[in-house]
Each structure stands twice: as C-alpha cells, then as structure tokens.
C-alpha cells in the first residue's frame, strides 16, 4: 500500500518538473506546441487530483482520498538525509488535499490564461511547471525540511515570472516580493532550527503507546515516523533524538515541555518560535503591515500569474498557521490569540479602505486580497476553547473552518477577479478606473461572467465568498463582541468597493477610455477559464456542505486537539500560577469550576 | 633515555610513522622538481606543463586517499595522529581537507587549461606555483604546531603573492600583487609576533603542550601573563584573518581579485579559504581542548625532551610537575603517569573555559562583522570579480560560524562539537564547487566577450543560454536556496549555533543572507532581464565546447548537492568523528 502512495503523491507533485524536463528538449520557434504540452501536464495533475477526490468503491482500499477521515492519508516516509532525521515524508488530509485540488485547478486554468504570453515562451512554461510542483509540494510535505525546501523552490520561478513576463515596473516588483518572502523564511528556518533542536522524540515516546509503561496520550502510529526512528526509540539511551516531523514536533508542542524552557527576555522556546514562524507565514498571507509586497506584485505580474499568486500563494501562509504555528506553539497561540484575531480584523479593515481607494483596477482587486485574508486570520485566531465556555470547541471550529473555507473561496473568487481584469486588460491596455465604463453594453458575456465573479468576491449570498465570512463572523461573536461587529461592519465596505468598482467599470452609457475600438468580444478560450471558476463559485455557494465534508474532520480534529490542551495543559498551567499569587479570587462560574475539577481527576 | 634510544625512535617515527602519512605533500614536491626539470631539455619547452601538474595531482590524491574515512576501511589505516614528532596531525580531518585541496587542484588545473591562463610559455612558472601554494595549504590543514602553523601560512602566501601578479602587462595586476605582498608581509609579522609571545608565556609552541599549560598553570601564573596571552592570541587570529580575508583584514582581497586573473581568484577564494578554515579550527579546537593523546608515540620523546631542554626555566616549578596528559612527560617521568586530581584530561577542559569563550567571542565576532560587512560593500559593485571578492569575504564569515559554534559547544556536548566541525568540512567541500564555478564562468566569459563588468552580462541569457542559467544556479546557491547544494551547506553550518547557544549570531547570518539577495539576484537580473549593451563583444559560448562542458561539470554538483547532501555530509562526519574523542 505503501507504494501506492509514494507513486500516486509524488507523481501529483514531480509530474509538472517532469514536464518541465521534457520541455527542454522542445524546440525555441513551436510556442504553440510548447504551451499545449504545458496544458495537458497541468490537466494531467488535475484529473489526478480529482481522481484521489472521487471516493473510493465499498470494500475497495485505493490511495484515494477517504471522506470523513480525520487524520493523515496516504502517508509515507522514506530515507532522505538520515544524519539529520529528514525524511521524503508526505502526506494529504482534508486541510491540505483541499489545498491542492486548489492548486491543480488553478494551474490548469491560469495555464490556459497563458496564452497570450508570446514573448520565451519556453522559460515560461518550464519556470510555471516548476512553480506548480513547489507549490503542491508545500502543501503535501509533512516534513519540515521537505517544506522549506519546496517552500523556497517556489521563489526562483516567481521572480523570474513577474520579473520577466510582467508590467513596466516588474523588475522592483519582483525583487520586492523576492525580499519579502525570503526574510520571512529565513526567520521561519530559524524557527525550524530552533525547534530541530529542541526537539527529542524519547520524550514524545514517553508520552505514546511505543514504549511500554508509557501514558498512551499519543498514538505514535498517526506520527507516521519511518520505521528506523521507531526503532531508534524504542532502543535506550539519553541522548534525543531530533525530528523534522511535523506531526510530530505538534505532539511535542502539546503533550511534553520540551519547547517550554526560556530562551530569551522572559519569553519562552515556543513564543519565540511562534513569533518567527507567525511573521514568516504572515508576510505570505499577507497581513498589514507587512503587506506592502503584494499590490506591486500582483499588479505588475501578468495575469495568469497575479491568479497564481492570489489563487494560492496567499492561501500557503493561512496553509502554514493552521498546519505548523497552532499545533506546534499551542501555548505561544494562545498568549497571542488577540493579536493574532487583531491584526487580521486591522488587515481586513486596512484592505477594503485601501480598496476604496484605488484608481488602478488591478490594484483594487490586490487590496481586496488583503481584505479577504484577514477574514482567514481571524477565523483561524479565534480561540474561544477556554475555561468560561467550558472548554467547547464549536465555536472556534467554526470560525477555522470558515477560514479554512474562506481560503479555498478566496481562491476561487480573486484568481477570476485578476482573470477578468486580464481580459479587459488585453483588449483595452490601460486599467484606469476612471477611464472605464459602459462595457456591459459592449461585451454583454463578459460582463455577466465577471459580476458573478465579483459579486462572489463581495460575499453575497449563493456564492462562495458568503460561506467563508458568515462563518468567521459568526464564531467571532462569541470571542469578541467588538471585533465581530468591525468584522461585519466591513462587509459593508467591500460591498462599496466592489459595487462602485462594477458600476465604473462596466455600467454607464458608453465607454470612453482609449482603444475603445479594441473592445471585442470575450473569447471561447477565455470563456472556458472563467466559466469554471463561475460555476464553482456558485457550486460552493449553494452547496457548501460539498466542500466542507472534505476539511471539516481534519479541521475539527485540529481544534479538538487544542481545546484538549487548554483544559488539560494550559489551564492547569494558569491555575498553578494562580495558586501562588494569593489575592486571587476565583472568578469563573461554577460549571466551569466542576469541570475543572472532573478535568484534574481524570488526569 | 640516552642519546641513542631517542635517535632511534626518531628514525622509526619519521620513516615509518611520519612518512607514510606524508605521502601526497611529498609526491607534489617531486612534482614541482619535474616541473622544473622539464624546462631544462628543448622538448620540455614545447609541452603545457598542466600535463606533469595533472598526474601528479592525481597521484598525491591517491596518496591522500579519501577513501580511508570509510567506515571498512578506517580501521585499518592507522590514524597516528601527530607525525613528525608532533609537527603535524595526521588524522581523519587531514585526510578530509587535504583531498578537497586536491581534488580543487585537479580541477583546477583543467580549468587553466581550458581558459588558456597561463600560456605555454607561462605554464611552467604558474603551476610550480600552484602545486606549491598547494603543499602549503595541506601543512595549513593538518598544523599541529605554532611553527607549522606559520610555516604553512607562509608556505601559501608566498605563492599567492606572485600568482597574483602574473598578468605582467597588466599595471592593476602588479599593484594587486605588491598589496597582497606588504599585506602579506605586515600580518605574517604580527602573527609571528604573536606566537612568540604565547610560546614565552606557555613555554612551548606544541599546541597541544600550549593548551595543557592552560589548563594546568595556577591561577596566580595565568592572572600574571593573561595581557601577554591576550595579546599573543589576538595576534595569531590577525595572521589567520588575513588568510580568511576577515574584516578588518580583508582590504587586500577586492583590489587583488580586481587586478589578478579570475583563475588565480579561484585558487584564492577556495583553496586557501579552505586551508585557512581548517587551520582556525586546529588552532580554535587546539587551543580549546586537551584530550587524551590517541597514540603513545614518538612525538612525546620529542617534545619531552624538547621541553625538557627549553622549557624548564619557564614553567613555575609546581605547573610544571603537574603536568600530565596529551604530551606530559610521560616517557621521560614515568612515575608521574598516575594523574593528579586537579588535572585530568576532563579537568583540563574544563579548565579551558575561559580560553574558550575567549575564543567564541573572537570568532563569532570576526564572523559577525565579516559576514555583514562583505554583504553590505558587494552592493554597488560593477566589476564580477570584485562582486566575487566581496561575496568570498561574506562566505568565510558564515564558514567562521559553525567553528565558534564548535568551540562553545565543546564545554557541554563533545559529540556536537564534532558535529559542527563537520559542517564545516561540508561547507568547504560544497563552496569548492560553487566558488570553482562562479570564477570559471567569469574567466570563460573574459576569454569570449573580454570583459568583466555586471554589466557586460545584460542579456546573456539570449546569445548563450546554458551559461547564463550556470551562473544564475551558482549564484542562488550562493544566496543559500534550496534545491542547491548552498542551501544545506548554510542550514547545517547556521544549525550548531542552536545547540551552542550562539543565537544572536544564528540571527545575524540569517538576515546577512537575506541581504545578500540584493547583489547576486543583481547578476541574475543583468544576465536574464536587461538587454545586450551596445558594442559588447557576441557572447556565443557554445556548451558543447570543453569550456562549456566543463561548466556544466561543475554546476552539476551544485545541484546534485543541493539534493542528495548525505554522501558528502557523510563523509564529513566520518572526517570529523574522532576529532575530541
């Protein structure tokens, strides 16, 4: 079985560098052929992906993805770098597989939105496919090392995609974006260090069903550790062993004090590591201040890259909070959660008015990305497991799982906003706000398609966006009043930017903006891209429970672990504090005071 | 022991201890000796002498046998760790760095080959030098001695001084030179100084001698000479940081690459880069660490009697009798083998605590400003090999990191510390490669478009697209990118400075390395995005000419590295394994 997985996981991720290889050996002057060849890898990585989607037959075991399961599938590990305990150690569970259904989905359609690039064609198309197989990679890899490497392997094509291909300021762009993100994973590889060596698995081990006399309160079996580790722990001896495992290194996080002791000013191993891996997943997602990357980006990168950068790069900074920062640093979250929860409400805000503000289409739909993200932060922050709602999780795996479906909506909605502003683009060769107008009238298909697109993107209800907000709203409510109310409150201005944006841009009597004689009709192959991404708009908008039956048991299982740890580790924690300082008084309420009470004799 | 016995020990030390583990050090002078000879006769005088250098190259690396780390093979080959009663070192390290010098110098000398510096008539004079710088570098790696420690140094420069002023025609290349010389010429001098004082204060210049007299000398004796130790020490690391081209003694290092040949910045930038390392970390770990001798050989008749000649008058009384361990007199005074309580080869390294943070500081500071410095001047520069200069002067930072690491590590985990070293083994076995290339490229790219100005690269990427993408992968392995060979060779050299507690200095590389982004990605940016400048010469370097392949040859690693890094690491582990244990 096994090898079933190692075969089906990486032919998802390698199959685009293959094509890429392939690609070399193509000739300079057949763009035509070289962009076919492109397409049909990126279809081929699709249908894989959506092949895993369709549940299995009864009765039949497949690599294929399970619904309803909750932890890791089809994971394995091979021998890598054995000196070091880095591992080819991969894995898809219902957060990361929607991610990557994302992700060939979205390459195969921006793909298709390359066809209008002329110019090396052939860079092109090997610098894309290599950027699809970083950008899955990062989502499948459960192992640390695995992750940065894939992480980083997405940079490289990106500056050269923007730098090369993109607008009149594509080379500031390009290195800003190239500055940006490498500062954040340089701070992330020192988290990455920091926690490698903290680590050790025989205490973990201590904590498992692996060695006896242990207390059981890990299943070492869901770590999915190669079989030598294992038996590397099973083996006495003092000194620890170190581990890039993820998983692992989460139950480490939750079920021992190894990343407990003080590292530096008062503050322990873990905040620190939090702090630094936070700011590294934070300047992808992004969030203000750190954002300023993205409007340059997006807007100079050409289109079908700015719906890359949108569609997905955003989602593997959300991707990596919930994945590694929560699991791994629960404490340091949850001293955080407020700031976590305020600067995503201060990205959203910041966002729409900086949307608000805009002349430039493009840069408009770049801000509304920041704004749209912030929702992700915001769910994902809300940690309203504590010991005044006894410990319930509902809440907050609500608002996770509205980010969780914020991020794939998100998806969706910005990769078609960036498409349509494309496509307009490509006829009229300005992106003036104030210069548009009146193209309803002129392109009636268009149009039509992009304020449904749009309209999905301002949340309105039967679309996609809706879901994910409503949602991350909702559970903020019972965490923090105010921020619920500035959460919903700002609903109301993206429907103002977005509404004024459709009424510039394509009502009024008649456009006046230049190359008006330009303006033709919207193409078959254009209909095809956005079309799709329409119609999935829709689909999730009415059906979301469709979408939800994939994350939410993962989700769920994320946030139930959580919870666990406040009541069982953190407040605790807090009580033995609270012990010492004598003036004080108990102030929770008395079901909470029993629930503790059952709490600490079951332990 | 008489007169006689010592002689005879002596003999048998030498011819069958010492030599055996000499071996590729003597074949490359018999090497030189041909070189020369070959000019003697007429027809000697028409062949390159690269063909008398490429064989002997081979076999001093047959004689330096790599292969002799492996696990099946180690036991058998007797690892008699000081040679030449107590000179040098011949241990797994010196197998390591001796075969990377090696293997560069093999590489090397295709590369000259192919880029046509030095001519015919030139070949003679370039590679005695070579294969002389060479042997330097290899004595460098394997010092065991304050003598040694100079002699190789100068043993190495020497030959990089002249090498760097071998374009003769050439004005800036003479003035590099003459700058390198009184460069040279200054820090040698201070160095030498310096050692002078350490051995007036310690009463030897057997290092591991040095070291157990830091461990053992009274509290009243050490408080007495510390300003001496201080100064002596500091003096020594001038001389070392001149080799490193360390902040603040790396002005010579952009001027004499701007004015030398980009094949003599190769040989500068890796091979004595290398050698410099791995003497830092023989005089860091020499200095921080006693441990128990791994043979009872000769070289403790030698420097026992040695001592015993010279020393005696120096040593307060008490010291000197409790002085047991690596190098104590024990064949000479058996009776004192029993250790005293006070100094035990455990005792003693603890006792070298202050001598180690001494030393932790030193580096980690010199790391510190190099890498930062290097970083922040190779922004604005136009010319290659001065954007080069300055990025060898950032990279011998980071490869100072993981010694300081290694060094703070020694007092709490023996095993990590060795483990450091090895990253820095690794490290250098990577940047061969990566620096080879880079410099390669630059002197290939001279020979077709004679230029080596950034800017004269603008569109590369169009007349001749397979060097244009070497380049751009040698230059993001330089950045330390995954999938390239640079990117595990930073991560492990920047890990051990966890474990080491040295975070601030795990902060500063990181952020240098963030930095560094700027300048090579400025390359990159030339070679892919710009246009071709008006009146260069047509770049077209063809991949399938022996440059070409040769190019390809070298890029190859880097990415292979980058990949599969376990083999290498591997190998620098075994190197490194038995380093303090």
Known sequence: MQSQYVLLLSLVVFLPALGALVLLLFPKDKPEAIKLFSLVVTVLVFLLTVYMAVPSPEGVATPRFELGAAGMQDAFSIDWIPSFNIFYFMGIDGISFTLVLLTSFLSMLAMGASWNITSHVKAYCILYLLLETGMIGVFMALDFFLFYVFWEVMLLPMYFLIGVWGGPRREYAAIKFFLYTLVGSVLMLIAILILYFNSDLRALAAQSDVVAGGSEVVAWDELHLHPDVTRAVREPGDNPIHTFNILALSKMGQHTDLFDAELLWGRSLQWWAFVLLFIGFAIKIPIVPLHTWLPDAHVEAPTPISMILAGILLKMGGYGIIRICYPICPEAAYDLAYVVTGIGVLSMVYGAFAALAQKDFKRLVAYSSVSHMGYVLLGIGVWTATASTNYNPDYWAMGMNGAMFQMIAHGISSAGMFFMVGVIYDRVHHRNLDEFGGLFARSPLYSGLAFGIFFAGLGLPGLCGFIGEFFVTLSVWSYSKAMAVVAAATVILTAAYILWTLQRVYLGAEYRGPHGDRITPITGREVAIAAPLLAFAIWFGVLPQSLFNYMTPSVNKTVQELADWTRDVKESRQRGASRLSINQAPTTSVEGETERIASSTQR | ?581
């Open chain 2, 1 to 581: 022991m008489n007169f006689q016995e010592l002689l005879d020990h002596l003999i048998h030390d030498t011819l069958r201890v010492s030599l055996p583990g000499f071996m590729p050090e003597l074949v490359l002078c018999a090497t030189i000796v041909l070189m020369l000879l070959a000019r003697l006769p007429a027809f000697g005088r028409r062949i390159n002498t690269v063909w008398i250098a490429l064989p002997g190259c081979l076999a001093a690396l047959y004689f330096a046998a790599p292969w002799r780390l492996l696990p099946g093979l180690r036991e058998s080959a007797d690892f008699t760790a000081p040679i030449f009663t107590g000179m040098l070192v011949y241990d797994e390290l010196t197998v390591f760095f001796r075969s990377l010098l090696l293997v560069f110098a093999c590489l090397f000398l295709v590369f000259t080959r192919i880029s046509g510096i030095p001519d015919r008539e030139d070949s003679p004079d370039f590679y005695t030098l070579v294969l002389g710088g060479i042997v330097g570098m290899c004595l460098m790696a394997s010092a065991n001695h304050m003598v040694m420690v100079f002699l190789g140094v100068e043993m190495a420069s020497v030959p990089s001084y002249a090498l760097a002023g071998m374009l003769k025609g050439r004005r800036q290349s003479s003035e590099a030179a003459l700058k390198y010389v009184v460069y040279g010429a200054g820090t040698a001098g201070v160095m030498l100084y310096g050692i002078s004082l350490l051995a007036g204060a310690l009463g030897s210049v057997h290092m591991p001698t040095m070291a157990m007299q830091l461990a053992t000398l009274p509290a009243e004796a050490l408080a007495e000479r510390q300003t001496v130790l201080l100064m002596g020490g500091l003096m020594v690391m001038v001389g070392v940081a001149f080799k490193l081209s360390a902040v603040p003694f790396h002005f010579w290092c952009p001027d004499v690459f701007e004015g030398a040949s980009a094949e003599v910045n190769a040989f500068l930038s890796v091979a004595s880069k290398a050698a410099a390392l791995a003497l830092l970390a023989r005089l860091a770990l020499g200095f921080g660490f006693v441990g128990e001798p791994r043979t009872a050989q000769a070289p403790t008749a030698h420097s026992a009697a040695y001592r015993a000649l010279e020393k005696r008058p120096l040593v307060v009384p008490q010291a000197r009798d409790a002085l047991p361990g690596r190098d104590a007199p024990d064949s000479d005074a058996p009776d004192s083998n029993v250790p005293d309580s006070g100094a035990s080869p455990q005792n003693a390294v603890e006792r070298l605590a202050p001598v180690r943070r001494f030393l932790v500081g030193l580096i980690g500071l010199l790391a510190a400003v190099t890498c930062t410095f290097g970083n922040l001047a190779a922004y604005n520069q136009t010319n290659m090999k001065r954007l080069l200069a300055y990025s060898t002067i950032a990279h011998a930072g980071y490869l100072m990191m993981p010694v300081a690491a290694a060094v703070a590590l020694i007092g709490k985990d023996i095993e990590l510390a060795e483990e450091a070293i090895a990253s820095l083994a690794f490290y250098a076995g990577v940047y061969v490669f990566m620096n080879l290339g880079a410099f390669a490229i630059v002197a290939f790219l001279r020979n077709t478009i004679r230029s080596e100005e950034i800017a004269d690269y603008g569109g590369l990427i169009h007349r001749s697209p397979g060097v244009a993408v070497a380049l751009s992968l040698i230059l993001f392995s330089l950045i330390g990118l995954p999938p390239l060979a640079g990117f595990p060779a930073k991560l492990i050299a920047f890990a051990y400075l966890v474990p080491s507690g040295l975070l601030s200095l795990l902060v500063i590389g990181g952020l240098n390395t963030a930095l560094s982004l700027f300048y090579y990605l400025r390359v990159v940016k030339v070679m892919t995005l710009d246009p071709e400048p008006a009146g260069r010469l047509p770049a077209s370097f063809s991949m399938w000419s022996p440059a070409g392949i040769y190019v390809a040859m070298i890029t190859l690693p880097v990415i292979v590295l980058g990949v599969s890094f376990e083999p290498l690491n591997r190998w620098a582990r075994l190197a490194a394994d038995h380093l303090l244990s």
